[in-house]
């Protein structure tokens, strides 16, 4: 990472560099990222009324009730948002400034949960919200349990 | 049964991007001489301290331990808090409650940024609240407002044309307000030709990075009485929290605003917000949100704030009185934004907004908070019991 | 669609984050004109309340006490007395020595308060609590605390 040395003329500044790692236990939400593993995306479903949420919850965040049931939520949704990066950001996994050709966008999938992801068209004047996309996965055995185990989505036609 | 309470003094700093002349605990220091000096008070009257930045972006644990001798507070009763852009709210918010116990005589909230010397943080820390969720796309409060406008274009029927009025709006109340950081004198082609951030978020249109601090002081009633023949009344105050990612969300452009605003209006009496309430500081963090807060406040029906803009309707002498002190496009020293929100509608109130004054009389002002995706801090201001 | 998943494992999964951080530290205007007097004329210097006339080193804008703001500059011999130390023998990221290393709390002379720094030139089994100390400046000196290398007995 870069470790900038610009000093004012008039008043003492330093920086200091440092880099932390930090352990998180997924915890409930495991089955998520073993799902990914497999090609599947999974979500809590709420008791009271139905709702699939990603990120999946052992709480309805609304109706503080266990979520024990899980959903797989298909392999398409439909377009929410969308927006595409035009300037240099930092990769927050290698603390490196970045630029990406795709757009990030909210996908609403078939079973209801919501969930962000990468679009293959990266012309933003051809997403229209509402429009049908379908997942397209890395290989399995490049698969890590995350969200962008899910490469891109493609539109596709209805 | 609770005090009623009062502000009865306010500061903050000349917002600045840079301040390599002060320390962070130096500049906070700065804002609460100024707020003692407004209260008409000395650290000897305070007796609570409630403080806060977001502390990711301030590289300082602990930042109590270096503020609180800087300002000669030492052994005092108090609190350090943090809930990244709405800290400045929940600062003031717990001061509030705090004060309405009536346990102490003064309580004093001050929040504070010094975003120069945060470095990237927020791509850096994780890239997110939380980087399994959060951190997996490069995701920061630019690409957050960068889908929410782009949903608010789609929804409304608005167009870029519209973002680029209310960010020269936002600039020609900063003009006016000696406290404001970006003061730019701005044309509508100059923000529709400005760099992309993010389509369709243009730098303009984001909130900048500010070194700056802010400062209350609030009594309950009595004590307040003694202190000033001007108390601003705090009528009500409500903190709204908003779990996980905005995709969450039904509508990917609304935030807790129209919940939180419309919970308070309920419980005073307010029925009709453009009447009742005739100063309005909601922290916008992006320009284009400010449409959607404006409609989420009960101003005008959904979606339809840009035609607002088009009429010309919105400004500081204008039929809605909104975001008079420029706002935070303009100045965003990010824990403490809230709280300059706060001081704003106190000015209002008291008529001491100087060349930003709203004219005529105010007698309720609304200042909130924003953070994180979508949390709000509501604070409902009385010129009157 | 409604499953319960028996074949997706329930293992538990834990995630690797890193956070970066590259913070920018400002002095400010009296923590710039200490660290210069260190580095251009080897001189520690405090700062004195115009109130409770305390001297406070390293220095700082207001008095902790009386909320006063100082400005008026003490120049200091630099000697002192240790109050409190310890030697570090562990070894973690970022530590700013190499173990094992003494640091203790040097209360300056003509100074109300203590400093911090690394005690040298001395064995490690004989610092004592009140032993008189004096700087040890780097040749090399950039406007750090570090300019001073580290306080050794003085006679
Ligand atoms: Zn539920
Ligand atoms: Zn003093």
């Given amino acids: 990472m870069t470790t900038e040395q610009k000093q004012d003329p008039e008043f003492i500044q330093f920086r200091y560099p440092r880099d932390v790692t930090y352990h998180h236990a997924l915890g409930y939400q495991s089955k998520f990222a073993n799902g990914l593993k497999q090609g599947r995306i999974l979500a809590t479903k709420c008791p009271v009324d139905g709702r699939c949420t990603i990120p999946p919850r052992i709480v309805c965040p609304m109706h503080h009730v266990r979520q024990t049931e899980w959903v797989d939520q298909g392999q398409r949704g439909r377009l929410i948002s969308a927006f595409k990066i035009n300037f240099p950001m930092f990769n927050s996994r290698t603390g490196e400034l970045q630029t990406w050709e795709n757009p990030i966008i909210a996908v609403e999938l078939e079973g209801g949960a919501r969930m962000d992801g990468w679009c293959m068209e990266t012309d933003t004047s051809k997403l229209k919200t509402g429009m049908l996309l379908e997942a397209v996965w890395r290989p399995e055995e490049e698969r890590q349990g995350r969200a962008d185990d899910i490469m891109y989505w493609k539109p596709i036609e209805e | 049964m609770a005090e009623r309470i009062a502000i009865v003094g306010v500061g903050q700093t000349h917002h600045k991007s840079k301040r390599p002349d002060v320390t962070t605990a130096e500049m906070c220091a700065e804002a609460v001489e100024r707020c003692l000096e407004d209260a008409q008070m000395s650290m000897k009257d305070i007796d609570n301290i409630i403080m806060g930045s977001f502390e990711v972006a301030d590289g300082y644990y602990s930042p109590d331990k270096w503020i609180i001798p800087e300002l000669g507070a030492v052994g005092k009763s108090g609190l350090e808090m943090q809930n990244v852009g709405t800290t400045g709210g929940v600062v003031a918010a717990t001061g509030f409650n705090i004060a309405a116990t009536g346990l102490f005589d003064a309580v004093l909230c001050l929040a504070w940024q010094k975003m120069d010397e945060a470095a990237g943080a927020f791509g850096r820390g994780g890239g997110g609240t939380n980087e399994y969720w959060t951190g997996q796309f490069p995701m920061s409060p630019i690409t957050n407002f960068a889908r929410r406008a782009y949903a608010y274009m789609d929804r409304s029927g608005c167009t870029e044309e519209h973002f680029a009025m209310v960010r020269v709006k936002q600039d020609q109340c900063a003009m006016k307000n000696e406290y404001a950081q970006l003061k730019l004198g701005l044309t509508l082609e100059q923000v529709m030709n400005d760099a992309l951030l993010a389509w369709p978020i243009r730098r303009l249109h984001m909130c900048p990075t500010t070194a700056g601090a802010a400062a209350c002081i609030v009594c309950p009633e009595e004590k307040a009485k003694k202190v000033t023949n001007k108390p601003v009344w705090v009528e009500d105050w409500f903190t709204c929290h908003q779990g996980g990612s905005l995709t969450m969300a039904e509508d990917p452009t609304s935030s807790t605003l129209a919940y939180a605003s419309h919970l308070v209006y309920k419980r005073n009496g307010i029925t009709n917000p453009p009447k009742d309430i005739q100063a309005w500081e909601v922290y916008e963090p992006a320009s284009p949100a400010e449409l959607r807060w404006i409609e989420e406040v009960g101003l005008c029906e959904d979606y339809t704030a840009w035609k607002l803009f088009e009429q010309n309707k919105v400004g500081i002498d204008k039929e809605i009185p909104f975001n008079p002190s420029g706002g935070v496009t303009a100045t965003n020293p990010i824990g403490a934004t809230p709280v300059v929100r706060l001081v704003e509608a106190v000015l209002q109130v008291r008529g001491d907004a100087g060349e930003h004054q709203i004219p005529g009389t105010i007698n309720r002002a609304l200042a909130t908070g924003y953070g994180g995706q979508g949390e709000n801090v509501i604070m409902l201001l009385r010129k009157t019991l | ?155």
């Fill in chain 3, 1 to 155: 669609m409604t499953q319960n998943l028996p074949e997706i494992p329930d293992t538990l999964v834990n995630v690797d984050v890193i956070g970066y951080s590259n913070f920018l530290v400002n002095t400010g205007a009296t923590g710039t004109k200490f660290l210069k007097e260190i580095r251009d004329n080897k001189k520690i210097m405090g700062i004195k309340c115009p109130s409770c006339g305390k001297v406070y080193v390293p220095p700082r804008l207001h008095c902790p006490t009386c909320f006063a703001r100082m400005s008026e500059w003490v120049k200091l011999s630099g000697k002192g007395s240790l109050t409190s130390y310890t030697v570090v023998r562990y070894e973690e990221p970022y530590l700013p020595k190499q173990p094992p290393f003494a640091y203790g709390i040097i209360q300056m002379d003509s100074a109300d308060t203590g400093m911090a720094h690394f005690l040298g030139e001395v064995d490690l089994d004989k610092i004592k609590i009140g032993m008189r100390l004096e700087p040890v400046f780097k040749e090399e000196r950039e406007g750090s605390i570090l300019d001073i290398d580290y306080f050794k007995p003085s006679s």
